[in-house]
Each structure stands twice: as C-alpha cells, then as structure tokens.
C-alpha cells in the first residue's frame, strides 16, 4: 500500500490564534449580495397568464435563456417565474468564473490540467469543436456585456493553474504541451517565476492561461441580465413557486401549465413552450430527478486588503487561480481588493437534501481559512468579511444535462457544476436551437454534440448514492496523499467517463 503524505495545507498549519482571529466578526452572508446593495424586485404572479416561452428559474440558466428568447422571437410574450428572488441560490453565491471551457475535461478551463488518467471526454472526436465552441461562447458572453451594457464587473483576466505537490508539476508540463499542440495562448512558470509573479510558499509551478476564463460579479450579474431581460420585454415574477408541470398534450395547439403558488395565491402560466432551469432543485421532469444531486461548496471573502499588503502579494494581472488537487481550491481578487476563497469541501446530504442549516458548516469555514492563510501567510491579522456556502447541481459524467419532453417542446437543462457561469449562455442557445428545429429550421453544431443528445448516467438510488459518493470523496483524498495515485474506483470511473467527482 502506497505511503500516505501530507498535504501542503497539512505541512504547514497556521497557528490556531491567527485563525480565530481572522474568524472573528465574519459573518454567515454571501460577500455578492452583500455588495450588490439595493436590488430591484419584481411582482408576484396573481392572476392566470398566458406566454408563448415559460421559463422557471432566475437563475443564469432562466435569465440568459428569456432574455436570448426575447432577442430571437421579437414580439413573443416571455414569462419568467422564480421561487424565491433573481439570482438568490447558485449564480448569485459563486466565485465568479466565467470559463471557455463546457465541460469539466476541456483544456481551457479552470482546474484541468489533470494526470493523463482523468482526461476522460468520452467524446475525443469533438474535443476541438467543444474547445472552439467554448472560446466562441465565452466571447459572446463578453460581446453581450458590452452590447447590452451590463455592469458586472466583467475582466477578462484569465487564469492560472497552479502545481503545489510535486507530482502536480508534471501535470501543467504536460497540460502546457497540449495546450503548445493546439495552439493555446499559455505561459508555463517554474518555481522561482511563479513566487515572483505572485508570492506563495505553496507554489510548485504554474501554468498561465490568458484567454481561459473572465471574471465577473456574480450577484450583479444576475440583477443586470433581469434588468435587460425586464427591458426587452420579458415579464419576471419573483416569489412564485411552480408547484407542478402539465405537459402539453398531443397537438401543436395544446399548452404545457405550470401550477404556480405564492403570496398572493395560486395561478397558472399555460405556455407554448417550457424552458426549465431549476438548476440544484429537483426537476418539474420526474425522469431527470437522479440525474443531478446537490454538494455544497463553502467560501470566505476578506476584508478589502491595503496596497502595501496586496504588493507583496503581488499578483498584478489580477488572474483568477486555481490548483490541482483533486480538493482543488479557487480563488480571485474583487474590485474592492479582497481575495474571495473557496472550494476543497464538496458536502453532499443523504437523499440529496438541500437546506438553509447545511450552509453554516463551522469546521468547512475554519478548514478554509486555515487553507487560505497557508497560501498567504502574509496575510496574518487580517480579518475576514464573509463566509457563506451554495449548492452545485452535480452529474454522474463532465457534461452537463439537456433534457427534454413533449416532443421537444418543454426542454431542461441542468448539471453544470461549477461551469455555469458560462455554460448556462451555451445551455440557453441550445434550448432555443431545439426549438427552431420544432418550427422547421434545420439542427445545429450544438444541438448535434455527442454532450448535448445524450443523457449521462443517473445517480442510484439511496443508500447507494451516499455510498458511491462517499466512497468518491475518500478515495478522492486518497489520492492527494499518495502522490496523485487513483486507486482502482477512480479508474475505473476514468475508464467510463464518470466524474468529475463529488
């Protein structure tokens, strides 16, 4: 049996008083909504509706999807209809990349450059397609921030990937390689350059990508795309819950209805066309149920850092960054100056439960900052602002779901896990490319992926969900103490194209 190693984080643990005192004061909020400040709100449905597209969620999903629906069918009535408020739940609480990559063993993403073992696409002939792909839709992400004068806090910074074991420098040499053979603007830095450019004791090496991610503001994205969406006509009622789906019947002239609840009653929304992106709730699609569970991700953000201190950080590109352990880490400076720092804790609930207590996970918050604080001891008597956690719809494979009913005519889509910041932009164009083709217009290069026809494998049912998932994680671990070595269920997961892992 291989030797078990400390971690980084395990050689070098910061003293406990300097962890308590940058956890003292912080406060369980989410740093983006704290900063979005003041935020529009939007009715309450009360009375029967009718709409040519429904959408339910406002989340990226929801939004992207009624506003590009609104550009595409000028004069349809769009309806959009969230349980709770705009951006409230994932795409208001994340970090805030925006990456080109689609799927989770693209080459262009945050985090990815992996042991050849987990470069696992199940899909090698549209490796370059799904790359391009990715490349074109974040920059039609980008396009749309200035066209539509989104104030998001849009950077394109790009990122960097960062080795801090050993073993992990042969992956970005490799990763570095690939990215050569296709042509991929990359920068690889040893030891010494990467401390240089910014300055860890942690850092083995670091692999620059520049034109692999943007940053972006969460929160105030989400508010930004309701306002334009709300601007080009779409109608968004905030507070009501769909209780249920009836799909449309046989017949072009028959209507899906959503059953919605809220404040002021209950009513319907009967609608051509369905999108559903309910993102790490359960789907209005019973069929879809066990396709996603829900993990929950943990993050700190700290008090906005002084000139001097951010310095001798260094850190000057601003670039968003991530490592390579399989309990990766990923982190990023605001407009403010704060580092916001999240990841290695992946927490799934038995049954895939979500609730508002499983957000406050004291040890997860104390494992963080002990993390954060060994990345940058310089950081010592600083304080920390926030800490708050979200839940990731997660699959079986690295793809996500694009799922669909009634002959194509209510369509899902779900499961990005950590890429939807962007994926959600390609997901929306998807959706609405599958219902072109129901109006006679010919099939497209997305709606043709091999990631985008197939459905991934679905969960099993419990206990074998928490078990298999469990067993997952330990064995995740594992192999971030044995030098990078999988053991047998993680390749054999490799061999069939599941993860990335929860």
């Not at 609480?93 to 985090?111: K, S, V």
């Not at 549209?126 to 806090?153: F, S, T, W």
């Amino acid at each position: 049996m291989a030797r078990l190693r400390p971690t980084v984080f395990e050689r070098n643990v910061p003293a406990r008083a300097v962890v308590d005192h940058a956890l003292s004061g912080s406060r369980q909020a989410v740093f983006w909504q704290d900063d979005l400040g003041g935020r529009t709100t939007y009715p309450t449905l009360s009375a029967p509706i009718r709409a040519d597209v429904a959408v339910v969620g406002g989340g990226y999903t929801g939004l992207w999807t009624a506003l590009r629906a609104q550009q595409r069918y000028p004069g349809a009535r769009v309806v959009l209809v969230e349980a709770r408020s705009v951006g409230w739940a994932a795409s208001g609480r994340n970090g805030g990349f925006c990456a080109a990559a689609l799927t989770h063993d693209g080459e262009t993403g945050p985090g990815e450059a992996r042991h050849s073992e987990t470069a696992r696409s199940g899909q090698p002939d549209e490796a370059e397609a799904l790359a391009r792909l990715g490349q074109e839709n974040l920059a039609d992400i980008g396009a749309a921030v200035d066209e539509l004068g989104l104030d998001c806090q849009w950077e394109r910074t790009g990122v960097v990937e960062l080795a801090l074991e050993p073993h992990q420098i042969d992956w970005l040499q490799d990763a570095a390689g690939a990215a050569a053979r296709a042509g991929v603007p990359h920068t690889f830095l040893d030891r010494a350059k990467m401390r240089a450019e910014i300055a860890s004791p942690t850092y083995e090496a670091g692999l620059v990508r520049p034109d692999a991610a943007a940053l972006v503001h969460p929160a105030r994205l989400t508010a930004e795309l309701a306002r334009v969406a709300s601007e080009l006509g779409v109608e968004i009622f905030e507070q009501t819950r769909v209780r249920r789906l009836t799909p449309p019947g046989r017949g072009a002239r028959n209507s899906a209805v959503l059953h919605t609840t809220s404040p002021a009653g209950e009513a319907t929304v009967r609608a051509d066309r369905v999108i559903l992106g309910t993102g790490v709730f359960p789907s209005l699609l019973r069929r879809y149920r066990r396709h996603t569970v829900p993990v929950y991700g943990y993050l700190l953000a700290t008090e906005p850092l002084p000139e001097p201190l951010l310095s001798a950080i260094g850190w000057r590109g601003r670039q968003g960054l991530t490592d390579l352990g399989n309990q990766s880490h990923y982190y990023r400076l605001t407009a403010d100056g704060r580092i916001v720092f999240g990841g290695h804790d992946a927490v799934y609930h038995y049954g895939g439960r979500i609730s508002r207590p499983y957000e406050n996970r004291p040890e997860a918050f104390r494992r963080l900052t002990e993390h954060l604080l060994t990345t940058f001891p310089q950081l010592e008597g600083t304080r920390l602002t926030h800490r708050w956690a979200g839940a990731l719809d997660t699959p079986t494979g690295p793809c996500g779901l694009f799922g669909q009913a009634a002959g194509g005519r209510v369509q899902h889509a779900a499961g990005f896990a950590g890429l939807g910041t962007s994926t959600t932009h390609f997901a929306a164009q998807v959706m609405l490319d599958r219902f072109d083709v129901l109006d006679g217009a010919s099939g497209t290069e997305r709606t043709a992926l091999r990631m985008v026809r197939r459905t991934p494998a679905p969960f099993p049912p419990e206990p074998a969900a928490m078990a298999g998932i469990k067993a997952t994680r330990w064995s995740l671990d594992r192999a971030d103490h044995q030098g990078g070595r999988r053991n047998l269920l993680l390749r054999s997961m490799d061999t069939l194209g599941l993860g990335p892992g929860v």
